[in-house]
């Protein structure tokens, strides 16, 4: 069974589209993060949610809005999309506070045209 | 300002032998040392962490050096194999934030 798994795997989309990733994990954690991988493969924390609240949000423009219905799915909505969004999107969770072992989804990656 | 510092960003070794990779670290809140494990179109892959209240933790073929006074940790992976050639990050948090800073990784490539 996927621990955390992302849908779609794959995104290509035009400039100025709304396009959303979902996520959802069947470990029992409290804790949902994104995390965003550039072509240089840096990893950069975007948002971390716990038990569905927001708690942090790193500078992400507001075209890019999560939202987590429960605490297992943590869904990913960009809007009004730009070339530089083009990256792989990771979702992750955790047990969250000091038990900070992440648990990584295999990514999405998303190609602006 | 880049949190985790990582060297080197690429690396060759024979298999057989050890790779070491390294990084170093700025806030000294940071009490948490992971080391992920990247292999092309995955997700990281948590492999091997530490704490600061040890200075060195093995697990198979991998161990982490810590060096708290220095704000350094390393990764050394013994007799390296074709199947490790990935690429590997640090990374680092503090107690409260679970959110991890990652370093830039390391390609490593394991030649047979």
């Known amino acids: 069974d996927t621990a955390v798994s992302q849908t779609p795997k794959y995104l290509v989309t035009q400039m100025g589209n709304d396009k959303s990733i979902k996520c959802e994990q069947n470990?029992?954690?409290?804790?949902m993060y994104w995390y965003k991988q550039d072509s240089k493969k840096f990893l950069k924390i975007m948002f971390s949610?716990?038990?569905?609240?927001?708690?942090i949000n790193e500078t992400v423009p507001n075209r890019f809005s999560p939202k987590s219905p429960d605490k297992a799915h943590l869904n990913l909505h960009i809007n009004s999309l730009e070339l530089g969004d083009s990256a792989v999107y990771f979702c992750?969770?955790?047990?969250?506070?000091?038990?900070?072992?992440?648990?990584f989804g295999q990514g999405t990656r998303l190609t602006v045209v | 300002q880049q949190q985790v510092k990582q060297s080197p960003q690429s690396l060759i070794v024979q298999k057989g032998g050890i790779s070491i990779i390294n990084c170093a670290y700025e806030?000294?809140?940071?009490?948490?040392f992971p080391w992920y494990q990247q292999f092309p179109g995955k997700g990281p892959a948590l492999l091997i962490a530490?704490?600061?209240?040890?200075s060195e933790k093995k697990e198979g073929r991998f161990t982490i050096s810590f060096n708290k006074s220095a704000k350094q940790f390393s990764l050394h992976i013994m007799d390296s194999q074709p199947g490790d050639s990935a690429t590997y990050f640090c990374?680092?948090?503090?107690?409260?934030?679970?959110?991890?800073?990652f370093g830039k990784g390391t390609m490593l490539l394991v030649s047979p």
């Open positions: 992750a969770s955790s047990l969250g506070g000091d038990r900070t072992e992440a648990f």
């Open positions: 470990l029992g954690h409290d804790t």
């Open positions: 949610y716990n038990n569905k609240e927001l708690i």
């Open positions: 806030n000294t809140a940071f009490d948490y």
């Open positions: 530490i704490r600061p209240d040890v």
């Open positions: 990374a680092a948090s503090k107690s409260g934030y679970s959110t991890l800073t």
